[in-house]
């Protein structure tokens, strides 16, 4: 059985109805807001047509982005293989996903998430790339990781974050990661140092994903943060 819209519709109310605190996005892409942050389940359409994989990621809202991103995705994957959920077989299946995937994350399962819980999330994603779908040159989660400390006020994590940042980019071949290092590294603090520019960006972002009536579940403060140059 192939994936029509008809199907596609139960399959995302099936998962809706098990993560009740989700809203549901697109078809196939649930989403739960916590303030500048998404928590989302995507369930990617193979090309074969006849199943789906669900991906459990994240997305920054304090970074203009033309879509909805799947960042630091994560897939179940068992010896080696992504696993994915046949269209004949998902009432069968679905469930077992939604419990196996509760188990890979517990932000999947809490509507209450702390800022400091989110970032652990990226320092153990960058600390252990082979488990998690990140690039070679961790740029975006370090930058998601800056912006949420320049929005709750750690002005001394995100400064020594930032030079770490810069010394590392600046350190990275250039045969395999272009960039005009003395415009991005303005660009950065202009954009994500900022709390009002942040603030700004925020509320376009809402207004351009169509996301400002969602319910904001709102990401707790916390005093101290996980660090990376330890």
Not at 34 to 43: I, K, T, Y
Not at 123 to 140: C, D, F, M, T
Not at 146 to 152: E, G, N
Request: hydrophobic share 40%.
């Amino acid at each position: 059985m192939k994936l029509t819209t008809k199907n596609k519709k139960k399959i995302t109310n099936d998962w809706q109805h098990q993560l009740v605190d989700f809203t549901v996005y697109r078809s196939m892409h649930l989403v739960r807001r916590h303030g500048p942050f998404l928590v989302g389940v995507c369930l990617d359409r193979t090309s074969a047509g006849d199943r789906y994989i669900p991906t459990f990621h994240f997305h920054n809202l304090l970074i203009p982005s033309e879509t909805v991103a799947l960042s630091l995705s994560q897939n179940l994957i068992q010896d080696g293989v992504v696993q994915a959920v046949y269209v004949d077989n998902h009432d069968a299946q679905y469930q077992d996903f939604i419990e196996r995937f509760k188990q890979l994350s517990e932000l999947l399962d809490s509507k209450v998430i702390s800022v400091d819980k989110l970032i652990q999330s990226y320092v153990n994603a960058i600390s252990n790339p082979q488990k998690l779908a990140i690039y070679k040159y961790p740029l975006g989660p370090y930058l998601d990781v800056l912006s949420l400390a320049a929005w709750f006020g750690f002005d001394e994590y995100k400064r020594e974050l930032f030079n770490m940042i810069c010394n590392e980019v600046e350190s990275w071949p250039s045969t395999e990661f272009s960039l005009d290092f003395t415009n991005w590294e303005k660009n950065i603090e202009d954009l994500l140092l900022d709390r009002q520019c942040l603030e700004i960006t925020l509320k376009q972002e809402l207004e351009n994903h169509s996301l400002d009536e969602f319910h904001d579940y709102g990401l707790l403060p916390v005093s101290d943060l996980p660090v990376f140059w330890e």
